[in-house]
């Protein structure tokens, strides 16, 4: 709507005369949040994240999880129905994606709480820790396997840690 556009415009002036980064605020801009709070909330929530050592790669990790996924349309389908983010651990094969399955399990009881609570900065302070299972992941799990159940697997795996982020902005669009 007319009245949205004109609030992300404001917005986005805003805060760049408070000298946020572009990128800060078009990640956040990206889910279109629904109240000036709750964008705030999140804007602060990624200025402290772009501070964390882990930032510059969990961003670039979640670029390539989008292009991954935005390659793959076919899939796309299966993974936006009701069973996106279900990951069969059975068809976990690689102990990598083994060891990045495990910490999301261990990492959305903490986390979801704290976003449905609006508390974004604690939750992407949480989800840093991801850092170093996704890096494994990507240096050892070829994504596209020929068995079309294990990619379809692992797909679902990285929309699940998408969406994770998702959840408070699209790191993706964060220049180092």
């Known amino acids: 709507t007319d009245a949205s556009e004109f609030l992300q415009g404001r917005y986005r002036a805003m ?12 990640a956040v801009q990206a889910l279109s949040p629904d109240s000036p709070l709750d964008f705030d909330r999140r804007i602060r929530a990624v200025q402290h994240f772009r501070a964390l050592p882990q930032a510059a790669a969990l961003a670039a990790a979640n670029k390539r999880v989008a292009n991954i996924l935005a ?10 129905q009701g069973a996106a983010n279900i990951v069969d651990p059975s068809l976990l094969v690689e102990a990598a994606e083994q060891a990045l399955f495990a910490q999301l399990e261990a990492l959305e009881p903490v986390v979801q ?14 989800l840093a820790a991801l850092r170093e299972s996704v890096d494994q992941f990507f ?4 994504v596209n ?15 699940r840690l998408r969406g994770l982020f998702m959840s408070v902005a699209d790191v993706s669009v964060l220049q180092g």
Do not use: C, F, H, W
């Open 71 to 80: 390659k793959e349309a076919d899939q796309a389908s299966l993974l936006s």
């Open 139 to 142: 240096d050892q799990v070829m």
């Open 113 to 126: 709480p704290l976003l449905a609570a609006r508390e974004y900065t604690p939750a992407l302070s949480k």
């Open 15 to 26: 805060y760049e005369d408070q000298g946020i980064a572009v990128d800060t605020i078009l």
């Open 145 to 159: 396997a020929d068995d079309a159940a294990l990619k379809l697997n692992r797909l679902r795996l990285l929309a």
